[in-house]
């Protein structure tokens, strides 16, 4: 029983952090189910959290050696190229460094129209060289990286992620339109939350049945756990030294777009990284994952063989996150320590 993890959760309600939540976590290539009570199977919108997914269909692509990470967005998508953006890599757009990150210019309501999203792109003007500084593509990143997956293999993301994705690794909750399923949780705002259009935002998306590919996905934590452990151990999906490849540290310095806090980056993942909540007890060069939207974490440990998933629907600000966070992910490490898995 994860005696610890319940019992953080537990406090974390009474403090008002909690809402609806699902926990999954792999040991050693095993789903832990003494977890399973704590596996709300209910779908989540995961954010951010997903961006891996998106990056891992251009893993798929390297291995075949249909693209290379260092080949310019204008090579696939030659409007692109416009307003000085020639030299803008697949690269740079994985380690958050195109100098494409701020959207304040693009209305919210033009997120459901991805013609428009397009075209804006190709308009703008970078707010620095390529390469030169981190700013996390909270947006940008998928809608970017989205177009040119479609562009290159002319089809669909959806159609990519599950042939390359999904399908291969069994992630049978993970989608990124709504598809005719059953709606994810509700997304709510604590007070502390200054995400005020969020919630109507993916409803929206959700109505329109609009790729979420900014916003990223549908899934579960089950899902979300399963990618991260077949990551670690499932070399026939991906070369294992392309896995190496991946999630070594490509980029670091500090995130204009995120108060300046340091971060590591590999391509499509954070390592070792204080915005990704690692709690200190599993927090090595080893250790990579991707937060999303103050409210949910995945994450793996590639020396520990440990993968986790921490979903949850209500939006805090960053502080109360990095205490909920940490305060899960420290019981989850201490109940796995006392189960000696």
């Given at each position: ?151 290159i293999t002319n089809k669909t993301f959806n159609e990519n992620f599950n042939e390359y994705v999904a399908n291969p690794l069994g992630l049978e909750s993970t989608n990124f339109t709504l598809e005719g399923k059953k709606f994810p949780k509700e997304v709510y705002r604590h007070e502390s939350s200054e995400l005020k259009t969020i919630p109507s935002i993916f409803k929206l998306l959700l109505i329109n049945k609009i790729p979420m590919i900014s916003g990223t996905c549908i ?123």
């Amino acid at each position: 029983m994860p005696i610890n993890t319940e019992k953080a959760i537990n406090q974390l309600s009474k403090e008002g952090l909690v809402k609806d939540i699902s926990i999954s976590v792999f040991k050693k290539n095993k789903y832990i189910e003494d977890f399973e009570k704590l596996n709300e199977s209910d779908l989540f919108h995961i954010f951010s959290a997903g961006k891996p997914f998106i990056a891992s269909v251009l893993w798929k692509l390297y291995e075949k050696k249909i693209i290379d990470f260092d080949d310019p967005i204008s090579k696939f998508w030659p409007e692109f190229g416009k307003k000085n953006k020639q030299n803008i890599t697949i690269k740079h757009v994985l380690t958050h460094s195109s100098g494409i990150s701020i959207t304040s210019s693009l209305l919210d309501h033009d997120y459901i129209d991805l013609n428009r999203v397009c075209r804006w792109i190709e308009n703008y003007e970078p707010e620095s060289n390529p390469g030169e500084k981190i700013s996390y593509h909270e947006v940008t990143y998928g809608w970017i990286l989205g177009e040119i997956i479609q562009r290159i293999t002319n089809k669909t993301f959806n159609e990519n992620f599950n042939e390359y994705v999904a399908n291969p690794l069994g992630l049978e909750s993970t989608n990124f339109t709504l598809e005719g399923k059953k709606f994810p949780k509700e997304v709510y705002r604590h007070e502390s939350s200054e995400l005020k259009t969020i919630p109507s935002i993916f409803k929206l998306l959700l109505i329109n049945k609009i790729p979420m590919i900014s916003g990223t996905c549908i899934s579960t934590s089950y899902d979300l756990a399963k990618f991260y452990n077949e990551l670690i151990n499932n070399d026939k999906w991906l070369n294992k030294k392309i896995k190496k490849e991946v999630t070594r540290v490509h980029k670091e310095g500090n995130d204009h777009n995120s108060e300046l806090k340091f971060t590591r980056l590999g391509l499509g993942v954070r390592i070792n990284s204080k915005i990704i909540n690692i709690d200190d007890s599993i927090s090595n060069s080893e250790t990579f994952g991707h937060s999303g939207l103050v409210s949910c974490v995945g994450l793996a440990s590639y020396d520990q063989n440990i993968s986790l998933a921490i979903l949850n629907n209500l939006l805090l600000s960053d502080q109360l996150n990095e205490h909920r966070m940490r305060t899960i992910i420290s019981a989850i490490i201490m109940d796995i320590d006392r189960m000696k898995i």
